[in-house]
């Protein structure tokens, strides 16, 4: 059993920054890949971004490339997501999951999730 816990949301204006963790319980925290999702007011669930258990492969939506970087700490169990140039299209509540095997886009693909923390950009 994995449990996770956001921090870092919160309010910033257009071209800001923000970064957020996710801290893992469980020791099992390293071989897990991880993912950051995010769900915006009426719209779907969808991946922003995620790495593999060994921090070797990353995958990026086209939205967020060069703007969002995702790392990893497994001896801190946590991992990170570093938010630049942050665009008003950014607001959501991102959550992060866990999951075994490869990276993949579904939802269903990740066991664990956080209760997801709150990320508002003014225009």
């Known amino acids: 059993q994995v449990q996770l816990v956001e921090s870092g949301g919160g309010l910033v204006q257009a071209g800001g920054s923000l970064r957020l963790s996710c801290a893992a319980s469980?020791?099992?925290?390293?071989?897990?890949?991880m993912a950051w999702f995010r769900q915006a007011p009426g719209k779907e669930r969808e991946l922003v971004t995620a790495?593999?258990?060994?921090?070797?492969?990353?995958y990026y939506r086209d939205s967020v490339s060069g703007r969002f970087t995702i790392s990893r700490d497994n001896a801190k169990n946590t991992v990170y997501l570093q938010m630049n140039s942050l665009k008003p299209e950014d607001t959501a509540v991102y959550s992060c999951?866990?999951?075994?095997?490869?990276?993949?886009?579904?939802?269903?693909?990740?066991?664990?999730w956080g209760q997801g923390t709150q990320v508002t950009v003014s225009s």
């Open positions: 999951a866990a999951g075994s095997g490869v990276i993949v886009s579904s939802g269903s693909g990740y066991d664990y």
């Open positions: 469980g020791r099992t925290f390293s071989t897990y890949k």
């Open positions: 790495i593999s258990w060994n921090g070797r492969t990353t």
